[in-house]
């Protein structure tokens, strides 16, 4: 089959490779849609330590082309979409429930193959089969809202609280739509980019700017969640916290990264800063929502490139113009 291969850190070739073989409780998903986002960035310029060569894609869904000998609740036919989440289920973490923090936490399409290929190999537990209606391709955006899901489970998610959300990206966009369902009073964005701040307005936000100084709002905001990583907006993001409020670090920084915070402001005025890892038990629920339209595929894909041209969508995605970028078989 053929398959996009990061070889070494920054050169990613299309190559031809084994097709998968499922084990006793494994299947083949034919792969018709993957997105791309800032994890992979981060394995193609050579962080989180992966083994290359590595095919990565951990955002797809398809249809089921093979199944084990001991698979009974998907068949050959069926369309999925797939939790990237390998949990040894043994070790500490997984046994008081945080698999998402496995000591020997693995993820398909970020330590072992994943779906930038034409087949990829999944367990069936980590199958949500997708109702009728529902778009295979499309279907590659409930691993990420699985992370948002995930995101807004270690959020207060009082009814009335004010959001500021950094980036309007994708991930900034889901937790956008996610907010407005929580019961938020308001939700501003804030991106330097005008057209995904459109995208923003389009869906609904509250306010939107550049910058935060750009708002009327001197007390802060209840909840403030960084989507972008980077460590100017989460120094800025981390100072708009209202009394008693919380900072939801999201977007996936560089591993050396270092970000300023006021331990006495922490203290004096109550403030929570929390982090939201991958997935974790979101992945049906992330489902459950993308198949009642809280996302529209429509919106939040902007480009759809074949495998071939795998490296060009990476490069489109890398310029931040855009939204989802995805590439499909």
């Not at 959020?155 to 959001?163: A, F, K, N, V």
């Not at 409020?245 to 999201?250: C, K």
């Not at 459950?288 to 339209?293: D, H, I, K, T, Y």
Request: contains cysteine; hydrophobic residues 40%.
């Amino acid at each position: 089959m053929k398959a996009a291969v990061i070889v070494t850190p920054g050169h990613i070739a299309l190559e031809s490779v084994p097709d998968p073989t499922p084990g006793p409780r494994d299947v083949v998903v034919q792969v018709q849609g993957c997105g791309i986002c800032g994890t992979d960035l981060h394995i193609l310029d050579g962080e989180f330590a992966p083994a290359y060569p590595l095919v990565p894609g951990h955002e797809f869904a398809g249809t089921v082309v093979a199944a084990g000998r001991d698979v009974t609740e998907v068949r050959v036919g069926d369309p999925v979409a797939v939790d990237p989440s390998l949990h040894c289920g043994e070790c500490h973490q997984c046994r008081r429930g945080r698999g998402n923090l496995c000591e020997r936490w693995n993820a398909i399409g970020v330590t072992v193959a994943g779906g930038a290929a034409e087949f990829a190999l999944a367990p069936v537990r980590n199958c949500f089969r997708l109702p009728d209606g529902v778009r295979p391709a499309d279907a590659a955006l409930i691993e990420p809202l699985s992370c948002a899901v995930r995101g807004f489970d270690v959020l207060p998610r009082r009814l009335g609280d004010h959001y500021l959300i950094y980036g309007a990206g994708t991930m900034g966009l889901m937790m956008l739509e996610l907010a407005k369902r929580c019961g938020a009073a308001t939700v501003s964005v804030l991106d330097p980019n005008p057209d995904r701040l459109a995208t923003a307005v389009r869906l609904g936000c509250s306010a939107s700017a550049a910058a935060a100084d750009e708002l009327d709002r001197p007390a802060g905001w209840d909840v403030v969640i960084d989507c972008t990583g980077v460590v100017t907006a989460i120094d800025d993001g981390l100072r708009r916290v209202a009394p008693g409020g919380t900072f939801l670090q999201f977007g996936v920084a560089e591993q050396a990264a270092r970000a300023t915070i006021e331990p006495y402001r922490v203290y004096n005025k109550e403030i929570s800063i929390t982090g939201s890892m991958a997935v974790l038990h979101s992945f049906d629920r992330a489902g459950e929502l993308f198949s009642a339209g809280v996302l529209d595929p429509e919106v939040f894909i902007s480009h759809r490139y074949p495998l071939d041209s795998y490296a060009d969508a990476i490069g489109q995605f890398r310029a931040g113009v855009g939204r989802k970028v995805q590439v499909c078989a």
